[in-house]
Each structure stands twice: as structure tokens, then as C-alpha cells.
């Protein structure tokens, strides 16, 4: 598996799969930037930075920002570059939400906060870290989508529409850029057990029984996935889904 030179930026860092990846890639080795968006969030990536401290000694460096927006992004991108250099060895795009009602029953700031956390902060942010990597011609670029990006889920339309989004962005941009040694690869989590899936609580026990190893993800799932993605030298443009089987 390969580490690549520099540290690793991870978008919605602060708390369930994006901190365990935080995690996971501290314990592979990289400092790391953690994206977070409210105030009340930066005591959980300030004790995540102590965490991975004490167990990994590596540094994380906090970077508030909304990536659902472009010039929030770019503060994000200079707050790590002015932290920790220009070497951006791993990129994930981890940032995500959802909205579960009907189509017709979104609002327009739903379907914006949708489209510009999930689709539009994944552009954003490889436009941004891009001409970084292109410099060291290395990198690796990791999207966490989701099997809403495979198949379709009822009441959770423009959700599933920037998964597979994220998921086309993934395969065309690894054809874009592989020639500058970067690769691109997307995780695409099945049911996992999250602050915001516990919005969901209802529909535990039947996308456990969907499954057909009779089981709901964690976070660390998705975390060792992204560490082998991330790593994978052979492997580029793929979408890999750590689901149980609830796609197959």
C-alpha cells in the first residue's frame, strides 16, 4: 500500500465516519486537516486532535468552513496549506447530508444544502487541491458517495441524485488526471450507524434484515476502506460499496 509524501485533508471530519477516517489515517501515518462547519463542533475536533496525538503522534489541524461553498472551500485549502505546506498526499470528500421527504416536498434550501454539500463541495474542493497535487504528481482523491449512488431510494431523491453525481465526477476525473500520477476512487457505505443515520432510527431493523449478513455498518467500516482505497496503487476510478450486501 502506498503513503503518499504530505498530510491528508478530510471534509466533515468532525464526528462519525468522517472522524473515524481521521482515525484511520493517522494511524497510517498522515497529519491531517479536518473540515468542520458549526462552532459547536470544535471541541469534538479538538478532542479528535488530542486522540490522534497521544495515540498516532500526528498532528490535526481544525479548518472551519462550509464546503458547500466555493469561497469556503478556498479558506479551508489555505488554512491547510498555511498550517502544514503544500504537499496534499490525500484528499477525501467525506461532507454529506440528507433530506428524506418527497420531491415535491422539499424546499429550495433543501435541495441546495443537499446538492452544495454532497456534489458541489466534492468539485469544489479537487478544483482547489488539484494544482497542489499536480506539483508532486501524486495524490489520491477519495469520495465518499454512498449506495444511494448505485441504486435509488424513495424520499431521498436529490440525495441520491449527488451520490451518483459524486460517483460519475469520480470515474471521469481518475480518466483526467491519472496521467499526473493522481488517483480517484469513491466508498460508497451501505447503512451506517451515524449521528445522522440515527435521524433514520425507524428503519434500522429493516435494512438489517436487507442484509444478507444480518448486519449494520460502523464507521470503522468505511474507514479501512477509505486507508485501502487511498493506498491502492493499481486502483483508480473504481466505486467500491462496503454495504453488507444491501446492494450487491
Known amino acids: 500500500m502506498k503513503k503518499y509524501d504530505g498530510y491528508a485533508i478530510v ?22 486537516v479536518c473540515n468542520y462547519v458549526s462552532d459547536s463542533s470544535l471541541a469534538k475536533v479538538e478532542a479528535l486532535a488530542a486522540e490522534i496525538a497521544e495515540k498516532y503522534g500526528r498532528r490535526v489541524v481544525s479548518a472551519q468552513g462550509d464546503v458547500s461553498r466555493y469561497e469556503e472551500c478556498e479558506k479551508v485549502v489555505k488554512t491547510a496549506v498555511s498550517a502544514l505546506g503544500e504537499k496534499i498526499g490525500v484528499l477525501v470528500n467525506n461532507a454529506g447530508v440528507t433530506v428524506r421527504k418527497e420531491l415535491t416536498d422539499h424546499t429550495m434550501g433543501d435541495i441546495e444544502r443537499v446538492l452544495g454539500t454532497n456534489l458541489m463541495a466534492g468539485i469544489y474542493m479537487c478544483k482547489l487541491v488539484l494544482p497542489y497535487m499536480y506539483k508532486q504528481n501524486a495524490g489520491s482523491i477519495v469520495n465518499v458517495t454512498s449506495v444511494g449512488g448505485i441504486t435509488g431510494y424513495p424520499r431521498q431523491s436529490t440525495y441520491c441524485a449527488t451520490k451518483w453525481g459524486m460517483n460519475g465526477l469520480t470515474k471521469a476525473l481518475a480518466k483526467e488526471v491519472g496521467s499526473h500520477g493522481i488517483r480517484v476512487n469513491a466508498v460508497a457505505p451501505g447503512f451506517i450507524v451515524t449521528d445522522m443515520t440515527l435521524e433514520n432510527k425507524p428503519a434500522f431493523d429493516s435494512y438489517k434484515a436487507a442484509s444478507p449478513i444480518g448486519m449494520l455498518g460502523e464507521p470503522e467500516y468505511i474507514a479501512e476502506a477509505v486507508s485501502y482505497v487511498a493506498g491502492a496503487e493499481f486502483m483508480t476510478g473504481q466505486v467500491i460499496s462496503p454495504n453488507g450486501g444491501l446492494v450487491i
Do not use: E, K, V, W
Not at 465516519?17 to 493517522?26: K, N, S, V
Open 11 to 32: 471534509t466533515g471530519g468532525a464526528r462519525g465516519m468522517g472522524a473515524a477516517i481521521c482515525r484511520q489515517l493517522a494511524s497510517d501515518g498522515y497529519d491531517l
